[in-house]
C-alpha cells in the first residue's frame, strides 16, 4: 500500500532558526515522484519541489533544501533561517499508479514561525 | 501561469440538499481531482478524471459523485449533502505524463479551495 507520514503535527520555532520538516514514505512502485507543497493562510497549494525515484541527489533553493533518502524512504525538507512568511501548512506527497494519476498526500505539517 | 478556478470560496448549504462545487482549468490539462481537507487527516481524494467522460474513485468517494463533461471543467456533486461533508474542497489538475513516464514529474495545480459549510 502506498503511504506518506509527515508525523510532525506541528512545529514552532523563533525567526531565524533552522526547521526541518520529516516525510516518510512507503510504496512497492520502483518508479515514482515526490513532492512538496505549501498551503499559506490564503488556503491555496502551492508546489514547492518535486523528486523522482531515479534521482537521489540533494537540492537547494535559497533558503529551502531537501534530503531524499531511498535507504530509508525519506523526503525531508528544511528551511534555513526561517521567516514569518514561511508559516504555513506543508504536505509531502507520493505520485504512482500506472499512469502516475495517483497523488497520496500526508496530513501535514504546521509550521507556526514567531518573530 | 496554470489556472485552476473554483467557483465559490465559501457556500453554505443545508442537509439533504444537492450541491455542486464547480472547477475550471485553462491548461488543457487531461487529469483533473477533487479532494478534501480536514483537520489532522491531510488531502484525501475524493475522485478523479483522466479524461473527458472518465472517472475513477479515490479514498473516499461515499456521498458524491463527479461529472467532467469537457476537459476543462470537472464538477463535484454532494447528492444529498450531511453535515459530516462540511470540509475544504480542493480541485486540482495536472497533465497527462508522456509515454516515457519515468522522465514526467508534473506537480498538480491547485485552485484557491471552496470552504463548505452543511448546516
Known amino acids: 500500500a502506498q503511504k506518506v507520514t509527515q508525523a510532525q503535527t506541528e512545529i514552532s520555532v523563533v525567526e531565524k532558526e533552522d526547521v526541518t520538516l520529516d516525510c516518510v514514505y512507503e510504496t512497492r512502485d520502483t518508479t515514482y515522484y515526490l513532492f512538496w507543497y505549501k498551503q499559506p493562510p490564503s488556503g491555496e497549494l502551492v508546489f514547492l519541489i518535486r523528486?523522482?525515484?531515479?534521482?537521489?541527489q540533494n537540492e537547494i533553493s535559497g533558503r529551502y533544501s531537501w534530503n531524499f533518502q531511498k535507504s530509508t524512504s525519506s523526503f525531508n525538507f528544511t528551511i534555513t533561517a526561517s521567516q514569518v512568511v514561511d508559516s504555513a501548512v506543508y504536505f509531502c506527497a507520493l505520485r504512482w499508479g500506472w499512469n502516475f494519476n495517483k497523488f497520496y498526500f500526508g496530513s501535514g505539517t504546521k509550521l507556526n514561525v514567531k518573530p | 501561469d496554470v489556472k485552476v478556478t473554483q467557483s465559490s470560496r465559501y457556500l453554505v448549504k443545508r442537509t439533504g440538499e444537492k450541491v455542486f462545487l464547480e472547477c475550471v482549468q485553462d491548461m488543457d490539462h487531461e487529469n483533473m481531482f477533487w479532494y478534501r481537507q480536514d483537520p489532522g487527516l491531510g488531502l484525501r481524494l475524493i475522485y478523479f478524471s483522466y479524461d473527458v467522460k472518465m472517472k475513477e474513485k479515490g479514498d473516499i468517494p461515499e456521498g458524491y459523485s463527479v461529472s467532467r463533461e469537457k476537459k476543462e471543467r470537472f464538477s463535484l456533486i454532494l447528492e444529498s449533502a450531511s453535515t459530516n461533508q462540511t470540509s475544504m474542497y480542493l480541485c486540482?489538475?495536472?497533465?497527462?505524463?508522456?509515454?516515457?513516464?519515468?522522465?514526467?514529474?508534473?506537480?498538480?495545480?491547485f485552485g484557491d479551495g471552496t470552504r463548505l459549510s452543511i448546516l
Open positions: 486540482a489538475s495536472s497533465p497527462h505524463p508522456p509515454p516515457r513516464a519515468q522522465y514526467s514529474n508534473q506537480p498538480q495545480h
Open positions: 523528486r523522482n525515484s531515479f534521482d537521489e
